[in-house]
């Protein structure tokens, strides 16, 4: 598939990927098209972290616990502080392996060109991104240009510009045969695996309809306030998650995994949506620009419906869930339990660790030097969470195709701490929210 403008996305291309690990099985079929992405002589696979937060922290810590010769040898992030904790942090990690953690202060690389200094360094076999999403699509680009092979976080990007530069290094990545895994988990955790493989097989008959959900209280306050910081970009990028251009807003940085289970249910990815947004709880200036609850209708190319529902409002209903509506049935699918006509099942097997169970597949792709690629399915999951912020922020009914080509590009145009985001406060210090029947989405 390719990311022109021109051309119509098919949505069986989009969906489709390269050969993906079953997972935990070992059955990870592919021909060997490249020599080892690794140390000629050696079995052991060099990491490189970019972005030392606290997933980027938890990924490596998942990566360096996989069978095998691994070992972390380099780091990079804008904040030198944030660098040096996640480090100490590892290290304590790892203290009865300690040539798992090491990362030489020639390899502790700080600012926006950190991910650069990182990719030109030699000796770096597999690459971790786990920036704020709205850096993935560069890091992403940078990273198959160099010729590595990747574990990113999800989502894969926050704007239709991004997702397409995703798609298309992408084309390259499998060319080069690299190997990429996309931090959407649950397609490693066994207990989905197998209630979605029924399913698929009839198990409710035909998937009428699902709901999913990701409501909470929501994440981390914001961290830093003005005062502690030098600038804005600063201080937007301390406080992340509560720009758009950074995090995408809670329904792509967080919803996205309920949105994925109900993609990979129907296999494939809405045609349309529209929904309703806002910020009615959460509104203080700290809080961004960010809204506070999106709920959207997906329809999917069969006219089947997911009812989609993020909040981030204390002291009210939780539920991180997905459930599907069948003619013959209904499953909690994130309860891993079915009812269909008297048929009812409920999974009983062991319970996985899908955080690190994601990272054992890719490394044994990666020894095994088999195909391996999710990205086509992460960045459509993207795309539709994207999707959904479009109708929420907009009012308006969205549909893909627009919603993937548009050029509304969230990124600033040059990146340096005394640089300006798009984004800027108002004299006040609040920033201007979206504002449904009026503001330009898509």
């Known amino acids: 598939m390719t990311a022109n403008l021109n051309e119509r996305t098919s949505r069986r291309d989009f969906m489709k990927t390269s050969t993906v690990a079953a997972v935990g099985t070992g059955l990870l079929g592919g021909l060997a098209l490249s020599p080892r992405a690794y140390a000629a002589g050696s079995d052991r696979i060099r990491i490189g972290l970019v972005g030392c937060g606290g997933r980027g922290s938890g990924a490596a810590h998942q990566a360096l616990s996989t069978k095998g010769n691994v070992q972390l040898v380099a780091m990079a992030d804008a904040f030198e502080d944030q660098l040096q904790s996640s480090l100490r942090n590892l290290q304590r990690q790892f203290e009865g392996q300690p040539e798992r953690v090491a ?9 926006f060109d950190a991910y650069e200094k990182l990719l030109a360094s030699p000796g770096v076999d597999l690459v971790i991104l786990a920036t704020p999403p709205g850096f993935r699509p560069i890091h992403f680009e940078a990273a198959v240009k160099a010729g590595k092979n990747i574990f990113t976080e999800k989502p894969l990007g926050v704007d239709g510009p991004g997702v397409r530069k995703v798609l298309a290094a992408n084309e390259h ?35 009428l309809a699902m709901r999913v959900y990701w409501n909470d209280g929501g994440v981390w306050e914001p961290r830093k306030t003005r005062q502690q910081v030098k600038s804005e970009m600063e201080y937007q990028m301390r406080n992340w998650y509560y720009y758009t251009w950074l995090c995408g807003d809670h329904i792509v940085e967080q919803h996205i995994h309920n949105l994925d289970v109900a993609n990979w249910i129907k296999g494939d990815h809405p045609v349309r949506c529209w929904g309703i947004g806002g910020r009615q709880v959460l509104t203080d200036k700290r809080y961004g620009e960010i809204f506070d609850h999106h709920v959207v209708e997906y329809e999917y190319p069969d006219g089947s419906r997911c009812f989609s529902q993020c909040r981030h409002q204390p002291a009210c209903w939780n539920s991180v869930t997905e459930h599907a509506i069948g003619s013959k049935g209904t499953a909690n699918v994130s309860g891993y339990s079915i009812k269909s006509q008297g048929n009812d099942w409920r999974y009983h097997g062991h319970h996985s660790q899908p955080y690190q169970v994601e990272h054992d597949d890719l490394f044994a792709a990666i020894r095994a030097n088999r195909s391996y690629n999710e990205v086509d399915n992460g960045a459509a999951s993207t795309m539709t969470a994207i999707m959904g912020r479009m109708a929420t922020y907009s009012g308006k009914k969205v549909e893909w195709d627009a919603a993937l080509n548009s050029q509304i590009d969230l990124m600033p145009e040059h990146f340096a701490w ?10 006040d210090g609040s920033y201007a929210i979206p504002v449904p029947g009026v503001t330009k989405a898509v």
Do not use: M
């Open 173 to 207: 990545a499998k060319e080069k045969n690299l190997k990429i895994g996309v931090g959407l988990q649950r397609h490693h955790q066994i207990e989905y695996i197998e209630t979605i493989d029924r399913l698929k097989s009839g198990a409710i008959g035909d998937i």
């Open 418 to 427: 005394d640089a300006e985001p798009r984004s800027l406060p108002l004299p």
């Open 103 to 111: 990362v030489e202060p020639d390899h502790q690389f700080v600012g």
